[in-house]
């Protein structure tokens, strides 16, 4: 069947259905196309599950440590992975079937349910219907790629899909990519009773972040039994009877690690293979990533493109921030860009990282004279009275200028108290007006002043 429509959203990930909102709510007409799961990624395979998973490994690893806050427990203390799991799709499950409903339910909206391939630039089959509009919002993300090493497809192997959908603890995981989604899986599982290896080609875990930070990233995981094998440079797979045999080739320590499971973590891919790019002249970059401008239009007229399929950001609120800017510059009259954005992002492990903006190493290399300031989490009153003082916090000031280049907080609370840096950030006020605002004690906050007020430098 043939339909026009205002506008076409492809993807119910984490733009395309506030767009068909704002959409819809201005009177277009709207059809929203998603293929697999209502909320996309996010919210089935990424954040919700593994947060809620974190949450899960966190209370087992407090209740172990119970004696060390003067709390008795009786009796063994273990996962049960089929009421963790339970746990995780229901929350997982509440998501997903609110956000089809709110679709399904609103004015001036059709869902289509299929996958939506280009016709033409105004046209898209999905199934046997061909939609057609003369505006199109492309969100249609990403999922895991699995790399070709060497005997890869003689071994089973899971993704942060199909590992969420284990209901017994693997005895060894061998977690390929030490990275932000293969460190959170690494400690929660840890934490749930399995064995860990961490295998990772670049010489640290989180290589692109500072030394320090990765530095204690791996004292973390080191203090829990987590195995790190770093620069494993030629990675490969064999079966050994029930047993799975990387090879890692690092420069020191076994050739080689055997474990029960392997979890592949090695980045993602956008889902732009599929589309039906060529037919209209969709310009995609060499890794497939849809090329738009600061405002995420694309090279086609009328054909915009949303959240992590045009590369410029690879997180949930990066996504939300471009149908913020998608919607307010057609709807609105206002010129935002992704280019005002500030890079921001969390690592999910206890203790959390938070990260804005530039690293020390960024900062240096961009060849500005900095100063900075930092202070180990033992130096924190709050983390101290948690019992978990792991960590360090640091900022990295401008110091021409004064601004707040970048900032990091690896420690209890550390995603929530790097907000301070970023929205100071986002005002463009220099550090001194952070540096002397009072914050409430006992918190890890109440340091940012402090650490501010000791900057060293310049660097
Ligand atoms: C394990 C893991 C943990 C993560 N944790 C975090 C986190 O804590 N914080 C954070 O900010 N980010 C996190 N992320 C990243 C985050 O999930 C993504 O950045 C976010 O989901 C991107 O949203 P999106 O809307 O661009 O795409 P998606 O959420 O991937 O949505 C795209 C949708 O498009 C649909 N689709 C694709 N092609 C078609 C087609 N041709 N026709 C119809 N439908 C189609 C897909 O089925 C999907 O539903 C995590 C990711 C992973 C994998």
Same mark, same amino acid.
Request: glycine share 10%.
């Given at each position: ?10 993807? #119910?990930?984490?733009?395309? !259905? ?68 339970? /746990?995780?799709? /229901? ?21 289509? &349910? ?30 895991a790629?699995?790399?070709?090493? !060497? ?9 942060n ?10 005895? @060894?995981?061998?977690i390929v990519g030490?990275s932000?989604i293969g460190?959170?899986f ?45 620069? #494993? ?27 029960? @499971?392997?979890l592949l973590a090695v ?68 010129? /935002? ?17 938070? /990260? ?10 961009? &060849? ?92």
């Open positions: 069947m043939n339909k026009n429509f205002d506008a076409i959203v492809v993807g #119910a990930g984490q733009a395309g !259905p506030s767009m068909v909102q704002r959409l819809a709510t201005a009177g277009m007409s709207v059809a929203i196309v998603e293929r697999h799961l209502f909320g996309g990624t996010c919210v089935n395979t990424g954040c919700t599950p593994t947060k809620t998973l974190v949450a899960s490994a966190e209370v087992i690893h407090q209740a172990r440590r119970g004696s060390e806050y003067g709390i008795r427990i009786e009796g063994p203390i273990s996962a049960d992975m089929r009421a963790v799991k339970a /746990r995780k799709d /229901r929350i997982v499950g509440t998501s997903r079937t609110e956000l089809e409903s709110w679709l399904r339910e609103m004015n001036n909206c059709t869902v289509y &349910k299929g996958h939506a391939r280009f016709e033409s630039a105004h046209e898209l089959r999905v199934g046997d219907d061909l939609i057609a509009a003369d505006k199109i919002f492309l969100n249609v993300g990403g999922r790629i699995v790399p070709e090493m !060497p005997g890869i497809d003689s071994v089973p192997y899971l993704t899909t199909s590992i969420l959908d284990l209901e017994v603890l693997p005895r @060894h995981l061998l030490g932000y460190l959170e690494a400690q929660m599982f840890r934490r749930f009773g399995s064995e860990v290896t961490v295998i990772e080609k670049g010489p640290h875990l989180l290589w692109r972040e500072d030394a320090d930070i990765c530095g204690a990233i791996e004292s973390i995981f080191a203090n829990e039994g987590i195995i790190v094998r770093t620069e #494993a440079e030629c990675v490969r797979f064999a079966r050994r009877g029930e047993d799975i045999v990387a090879g890692v080739n690092c420069a020191s320590g076994e050739p080689e690690v055997v474990g029960s @499971h392997v980045g993602r891919r956008p889902n732009t293979d599929d589309l039906g790019v060529e037919k209209v002249g969709l310009k995609i970059d060499a890794r497939g990533y849809l090329e738009v401008d600061d405002q995420l239009r694309t090279n086609v007229p009328g054909i915009w493109a949303l959240g992590d399929c045009n590369g410029k950001g690879a997180f949930t609120h990066t996504a939300y921030n471009d149908f913020e800017i998608a919607a307010q510059n057609l709807l609105d009259g206002r010129s /935002r860009r992704v280019s005002d954005r500030i890079a921001c992002y969390g690592l999910f492990i206890d203790p959390p990282l938070g /990260r804005v903006g530039m690293s020390e190493t960024q900062a240096r290399a961009s &060849k500005r004279r900095i100063r900075v300031g930092q202070r180990p989490m033992t130096r924190v009153k709050r983390a101290v009275e948690k019992g978990n003082s792991q960590g360090l916090m640091k900022v990295i000031v401008d110091a021409d200028t004064n601004e707040i280049l970048g900032a990091a907080v690896l420690g209890p609370g550390g995603d929530e108290a790097v907000h301070a840096f970023l929205d100071t950030m986002s005002a463009r006020a220099p550090y001194t007006t952070l540096r002397d605002t009072v914050h409430i004690h006992p918190t890890v906050s109440e340091l940012i002043p402090t650490i501010l007020g000791e900057l060293q430098g310049p660097l």
